[in-house]
Structures are given as structure tokens and as C-alpha cells.
């Protein structure tokens, strides 16, 4: 039997793309190009390259606005098998458990051996949505992927970042993984698949085909939010001192005295 | 009224448009640009660069999924080759003599054992494609062919030269024009599909050329090169409509390339006169400078949107061959202009190989020249106004 897939992705604004309101301090979005997220990309790639070796199916999954079907069509040009689109108004203003509430629902639906996340996305930085769907579902998790070797039975071998250094991890399907941009190269869309994207199916599923409480979708099911949002504020370019190590701490001792921070 | 004056007014792109547009320019931008002066430099063919784009499916846009290709329009193939040549010319003259040159014409005018032959591994890349018209002595006027083909048995004997053939160093597969009737002028030329390896088949010396220096523009030569009748293309003494027809062709590919190298000049002008600082200010702040790109702006966008008609027109299987040589010429006029304006606003910096400009100037010259000079347009425009 073959290996099922499926990876979550999002839209994301281009945040390198992103300019802030000067006046109000938030994003302006206008004009601003929206992208596979950055990580979620990896993990496509990743499944794509097991699609390439043990002739894996690739279902990719993504919730949001309609506008969202882009990154499932730029999936498709990849090389991806099959596109889920959970989309409908009771997602909306969803916080990320509300989030993983809804894919998990949607997952329940599935078939699957492996199920990958990207580590974070580029609007949010949370990385928290790939484990909570873990936890939702009660699957194996493995977070900070950079490399993963599979055995052919139903094991698989994972290298994963840690801050300090990495870190050799087994685990047995079916399970989670979390994956960073940098594990790989995404490919780019080939020319035919880019050719038929469009005239491919993406499955629309609203709230009523996935197995959830709907208390726990959307703005209502999102206990977090949002208070104030403003931009950091500038910092002055502080004073440097050429100086050997002890000299330094005698000057970082006295300053912070100064300020009576000591 | 002629078919130039058929207007199309739908100028948005198509969601596959804008998804293809989104895939070349990132791939030009990583793959093609950062090889562009070292391809230019060492007169080197990016063998490395047509690998890359054979994986995505570049090198077969527009052949059909059924004989291997992308299935794709003739407007994504323009696109890729603009894209391109806005990073590197040379590569984009790659795929346009690859595509418009050597698939073309086996896809218009090849029985079905020569599409099913040829094209599934020119469309992924395997082979790479040349067409041989050119010759000593018959440039413009093609009509002067002194290559022969002798009907022997079963097989056609080959005996002449061809010279500035694109590709020609790395090909495998070669559209080849021979007289096989010198009595009937033009209507005695034949065309044959010609391989690599062929005995009596020779690549001659490399051309040492002032731009587009990486893409292996050599001689062919053909002494007693035995040629099977199953590799005739079209019918005998139909030679010359194929060549005449592929060029039609061609020239929305050369069109696309002088567009994309105008393009690119453009994107290096903006960046550096904006950057340039003299008299305590950019120059991007002296009108002088805004006028000159306001108006290397405008001829730019205006070719874009002959070349987008004369795709648009192919893909429609209308009459474009008016169309064509309108965006040929003017696309060809406008890098031409673009780039030498380029140079002269980077001054002295623009002059030097430390800034790309000076090798987007030596790559433009050429589009006036090749697959009908900007005076064959002309002749081609007028013909069509006053016949």
C-alpha cells in the first residue's frame, strides 16, 4: 500500500513584501503579494520528494478565503495529488487553536500514514498549529524537522533542529512532523503542471463536512484576542568600545550601575 | 483590412499566465541571472542551466502532452523566453531556436513517426534542437541555397555548408534546407530533419560574437551526409514554405528575447540611477533622467503588447505573420535603443563589465539581425499593406 500524505498550507502576505502603517502601526496589505508560506513549502517539498521514492499520494490542505485556492493550485503545478479547501464563514477570524480545531476535523476525514506542517508561518510566528493538531488527534509529533529517512516498513528516522545543536529521533506511523524551510529546496512548478492547475479539482469543504464542535471554530472558538497592536519602537545605536574582555565587563558593570540597574 | 487590425481587448492575464510568470521569474532570477556575465565572459553554453530547465518542462512549452510537452500556449512560451533573456539573452536564444526553430517545424509540418520520433525528447530536454537555412551566401535572400540533396535509393546525399547556426555545437537534432531542384528556385528547396552523428555530418568552427556569446553559434558542414527519405520534412521542393513558415514563428521568440533584454536593461537603469548620486542628489532626480526612462518605459510596454498580439494570434491560429514581423522589428529597434540608453545613463560605470548593461547592449544587437533582418520586417509589413 502506499504512503498517504497530507500537508497543511497557508497564504501568507510576502512579509519581506510588507510595509507598516506609519500612522496606525499595522500591516498595510494592499499591494502586498501573497505566497505559499515559506516553511509549509518545505514540507511540500519533503512529501514530494517521498511521492518521488516510495510513490507516495500527496494530499495538500488549506484553510482560508476563497483567494487561498492560488497556493493549492501552486501545489498542484508541484506535483501534489489531491487539494482540500475548508473554507466557509464560521472559519473566519479563527486564532490558531480554532485553526487546528478545524483542520483536525477535516483530518479526521482522512486517510493518512504521515501528516506534515511547516514549522511556523511568516504572518503569525506562532508554530503552534502543527502541534495542536498532533495533540487534536492524538498522533506522534516531531517538530523542527531537517531530515527524514523512512525504513519501508513504518518507521521513520528524523534529524531535527534543536537550539543548541540536533537531535536523532525514530517514530512510527501514522505521526506528525513539523518541517523548516531550510530542510530543502522546494522545486519549482513544472510547466504542464502549471498547464492543468486550474482545470483540476480543489474539494470545497464547508464546516459541515468535517467532524467537529462548531463551538470550537472561528472567532468563537478562538480564545485568543487580539489587545493592542503597535510597532516596536527604535532603539539608539548605543556606543561601542574597542577593549579587551575585562576592561568590557568593568564598562558594562559600571553603565548598568549608572542606570541603576545594579 | 489586413489581419493586423484585428484588436483584441482582454489585455488581463489569466490565472496560468500569472502562475507561470510567478515559476520563470523565480527561476530566471536564481538560476538563469547569477550565470549571465560567466556565460557571457567565457563564451560557455550554461549546459547546467537547459539541465534545470528541461526538469520543469521549459524546453517543451508548447508541444503537445501527447508527444511529451507542457500542453502549454504559445503565449506562456513568449512569456518563458522574455523572462529569460531579462536575466541572460543567451539563454533565451537557447530556447527560442529550440523551440521555434526545430520543434515547430516538425510539429507543423512532421508525419506522425517523426512527431513521435523527435518531439518527446526534444519537448523534455534530452535532445536539443538547430535549424540550418543560413548559409555563406544566401543570407536575406535564402532563395541562393547552394547546399544540394541528391535523390539516391532510398536516401537523399547532403553536400554544403550552413553557418551561424544557434545551438549548433550541443544539438542532436537539425531542421537542414538543400536544393534538390536548382531549376526551380525557391520551389526546389526540401527540408530534411537531420541528426546528430549522422556520417558526412560535421559541426564547423564556433563564431566569436559580439553578444548572446554563449550559445554556440557555429558552422554545419555536409559532405556526401546520407540522409534517409523518412527523414524528409514536408513534401519535396516544399522547403521553402517550411522555413518561410517557422520563421513566422521564430520571430515571436525573437521578438519575446529583445523584449526581455529591453526589460531587463530597464530593471538595471531604475535600480542604478536612483542609487547614482552626483551633484549631491540621484540622477534618478534630474528630469533629464525621467524623460529618457518615461520614454524607454513606453517602447517597452508597447512591444510587450505586440508580442502578447502576435502569441495571442498564433494560439488563435489566426493570420500572424503581419503581426509577427511588427513585433520583431519593433521589439528588436526598441532593446536596441533601451540598452544604449542604458549604457549612457550608468556613464562610465555602464561601459564597464563591472554592471551588466554593456553586455545587454552587445546582446540587443543581434535581434535586428537574425531570423529576418528589422529590413526583411519591414519588407514583410509593407508587402502585406500594399499587395
Not at chain 2, 164 to 174: D, L, R, S
Request: aromatic letters at 6%; hydrophobic letters at 40%; charged letters at 25%.
Amino acid at each position: 500500500m502506499n504512503m498517504k500524505i497530507i500537508v497543511c498550507i497557508k497564504q501568507v502576505p510576502d512579509t519581506t513584501e510588507i510595509k507598516l502603517d506609519p500612522v496606525t502601526g499595522t500591516l498595510i496589505r494592499d499591494g502586498v503579494p501573497s505566497i505559499m508560506n515559506p516553511d509549509d513549502k518545505g514540507g511540500l517539498e519533503l512529501a514530494l520528494q517521498l511521492k518521488d521514492k516510495y510513490n507516495a499520494h500527496v494530499t495538500v490542505i488549506t484553510m482560508g478565503p476563497m483567494q487561498a485556492d492560488d497556493i493549492l493550485r501552486e501545489a498542484y503545478a508541484m506535483g501534489a495529488d489531491r487539494a482540500i479547501h475548508l473554507t466557509d464563514r464560521k472559519f473566519a477570524g479563527a486564532d490558531t487553536l480554532a485553526t487546528s480545531n478545524a483542520l483536525a476535523g477535516a483530518l479526521r476525514q482522512l486517510e493518512y500514514d504521515l501528516i506534515i506542517s511547516g514549522r511556523q508561518a511568516i504572518d503569525g510566528d506562532t508554530a503552534q498549529v502543527g502541534p495542536q493538531i498532533a495533540e487534536l488527534l492524538d498522533l506522534p509529533q516531531v517538530t523542527y524537522l531537517e531530515s527524514l529517512e523512512f525504513d519501508e516498513k513504518n518507521t521513520f528516522t528524523i534529524r531535527k533542529q534543536t537550539e543548541e545543536g540536533y537531535q536523532i529521533v525514530q517514530v512510527d506511523t501514522p505521526c506528525l512532523v513539523s518541517v523548516l524551510s531550510s530542510a530543502n529546496k522546494a522545486r519549482y512548478m513544472n510547466v504542464r503542471g502549471i498547464v492543468e492547475a486550474h482545470s483540476r479539482e480543489v474539494e470545497l469543504w464547508g464546516v459541515d463536512k468535517i467532524e467537529v464542535d462548531h463551538e470550537k471554530l472561528g472567532l468563537k472558538g478562538s480564545p485568543t484576542k487580539v489587545n493592542k497592536a503597535f510597532t516596536k519602537g527604535v532603539k539608539s545605536a548605543g556606543q561601542v568600545f574597542e577593549v579587551d574582555d575585562y576592561e568590557a565587563v568593568e564598562i558594562i558593570v559600571n553603565k548598568l550601575k549608572e542606570k541603576y540597574i545594579l | 483590412m489586413s489581419d493586423s487590425k484585428t484588436y483584441i481587448m482582454d489585455f488581463s492575464l489569466s490565472k496560468q499566465d500569472e502562475l507561470f510568470l510567478q515559476m520563470i521569474r523565480e527561476f530566471a532570477e536564481k538560476e538563469v541571472k547569477p550565470l549571465a556575465a560567466e556565460v557571457d565572459e567565457q563564451e560557455r553554453f550554461p549546459v547546467e542551466t537547459v539541465e534545470k530547465m528541461s526538469k520543469i518542462g521549459i524546453m517543451g512549452i508548447p508541444v503537445p502532452v501527447i508527444y511529451g510537452g507542457a500542453g502549454g500556449s504559445n503565449q506562456l512560451y513568449s512569456m518563458a523566453v522574455e523572462e529569460l533573456s531579462r536575466a541572460c539573452a543567451t539563454t533565451g536564444v537557447i530556447v527560442s531556436a529550440h523551440t521555434s526553430l526545430c520543434i515547430a517545424p516538425i510539429l507543423e509540418n512532421g508525419t506522425e513517426e517523426q512527431k513521435q520520433k523527435y518531439l518527446p525528447k526534444l519537448a523534455a530536454g534530452e535532445w536539443i534542437g538547430a535549424f540550418g537555412l543560413t548559409e555563406p551566401n544566401a543570407g536575406t535572400d535564402a532563395s541562393s541555397q547552394q547546399t544540394v540533396a541528391v535523390e539516391d535509393g532510398d536516401n537523399y546525399i547532403l553536400n554544403g555548408t550552413k553557418i551561424f547556426i544557434t545551438n549548433a555545437e550541443y544539438a542532436h537534432v537539425y531542421i537542414i534546407f538543400a536544393m534538390t531542384d536548382k531549376s526551380k528556385g525557391t520551389k526546389g528547396i526540401t527540408a530534411f530533419i537531420v541528426e546528430k552523428g549522422t556520417p558526412g555530418f560535421s559541426v564547423g568552427k564556433k563564431e566569436k560574437k559580439l553578444g548572446i556569446r554563449g550559445s554556440a553559434t557555429c558552422e554545419l558542414i555536409f559532405e556526401n551526409c546520407v540522409i534517409p527519405k523518412c527523414n524528409l520534412l514536408g513534401k519535396v521542393g516544399g522547403g521553402f514554405g517550411v522555413a518561410m513558415k517557422t520563421l513566422d514563428g521564430g520571430r515571436i521568440g525573437i521578438a519575446a528575447q529583445a523584449l526581455g533584454i529591453a526589460q531587463g536593461a530597464m530593471d538595471e537603469t531604475v535600480k542604478y540611477t536612483k542609487e547614482r548620486k552626483q551633484f549631491g542628489r540621484s540622477i534618478a532626480a534630474f528630469q533629464n533622467t525621467q524623460f529618457q526612462l518615461a520614454d524607454m518605459e513606453t517602447r517597452v510596454q508597447a512591444s510587450r503588447w505586440l508580442v502578447r498580439v502576435a502569441a495571442y494570434k498564433k494560439d488563435k491560429k489566426l493570420p500572424y505573420s503581419v503581426d509577427a514581423a511588427m513585433a520583431k522589428l519593433y521589439c528588436a529597434e526598441t532593446a536596441m535603443d533601451v540598452t544604449t540608453k542604458a549604457v549612457q545613463l550608468h556613464g562610465g560605470y555602464g561601459y564597464t563589465r563591472e554592471y551588466p548593461i554593456e553586455r545587454m547592449m552587445r546582446d540587443a544587437k543581434i535581434t535586428e539581425i537574425y531570423e529576418g533582418t528589422s529590413e526583411v520586417q519591414r519588407m514583410v509589413i509593407s508587402a502585406a499593406l500594399l499587395k
